[in-house]
């Protein structure tokens, strides 16, 4: 059998042609459950307002044409006011581990985190994937935290189907 040899920037070329878009996520750091936006970005807290859900605990759609990306994650905000503060401080509204479940890490697992299940704990907030996963964390939340915050560290960088 005979070798094609092509020069590097052919085969650059050729790799890059065929290689699937996919968006420059880091090893499922965000929890990107609904899929992507126009912009080819992962959507985030599905497409619910972080602001309203880390501020009242209060569930707001977002809308499209309040978006603001932000790591590589896209957020629909449900007013120009809401992108607006985001925007000053995202770190302030985004949901703790990427926006998984708070359980789940716990357990050393990414699962999706529901906004419908949240908490704010001083000031942060957690999100949990269902009715079971939030009533167990009820039921220890200190402990849960606590060993989902140590969990984070060995798991953040670690692909889903990894785990």
Same mark, same amino acid.
């Given at each position: 059998?005979?070798?094609?040899?092509?020069?590097? !920037?052919?085969?650059?070329?050729?790799?890059?042609? &065929? +290689?699937?878009?996919?968006?420059? $996520?880091? #090893?499922?750091?965000?929890?990107?459950?609904?899929?992507?936006?126009? #912009?080819?970005?992962?959507?985030?807290?599905?497409? &619910?307002?972080?602001?309203? $859900? !880390?501020?009242?605990?209060?569930?707001?759609?977002?809308? +499209?044409?309040?978006? =603001?990306?932000?790591?590589? &994650?896209?957020?629909?905000?449900? !007013?120009?006011?809401?992108?607006?503060?985001?925007?000053?401080?995202?770190?302030?509204?985004?949901?703790?581990?990427?926006?998984?479940?708070?359980? +789940?890490?716990? $357990?050393?697992?990414?699962?999706?985190?529901?906004?419908?299940?949240? #908490?704010? &704990?001083?000031?942060?907030?957690?999100?949990?994937?269902?009715? +079971?996963?939030?009533?167990?964390?009820?039921?220890?939340?200190?402990?849960? $935290?606590?060993?989902?915050?140590?969990?984070?560290?060995?798991?953040?960088? =670690?692909?889903?189907? #990894?785990?």
């Amino acid at each position: 059998m005979t070798k094609i040899l092509l020069p590097n !920037s052919i085969l650059v070329a050729v790799l890059l042609a &065929v +290689a699937p878009a996919a968006p420059a $996520l880091a #090893d499922d750091e965000y929890n990107v459950s609904k899929g992507y936006t126009l #912009d080819g970005v992962g959507l985030g807290v599905h497409g &619910v307002d972080p602001v309203v $859900l !880390s501020t009242a605990n209060a569930v707001a759609e977002g809308d +499209a044409a309040h978006t =603001v990306v932000h790591d590589g &994650v896209a957020y629909y905000f449900a !007013s120009p006011i809401t992108a607006e503060r985001f925007e000053a401080d995202p770190d302030r509204y985004l949901p703790q581990y990427g926006g998984f479940c708070a359980y +789940a890490i716990a $357990l050393g697992r990414k699962l999706d985190g529901d906004p419908r299940f949240a #908490d704010i &704990v001083d000031g942060k907030l957690y999100l949990f994937v269902n009715a +079971a996963a939030f009533e167990k964390y009820l039921a220890d939340k200190e402990n849960t $935290l606590r060993t989902a915050d140590k969990k984070w560290g060995t798991i953040k960088h =670690v692909p889903v189907e #990894d785990l």
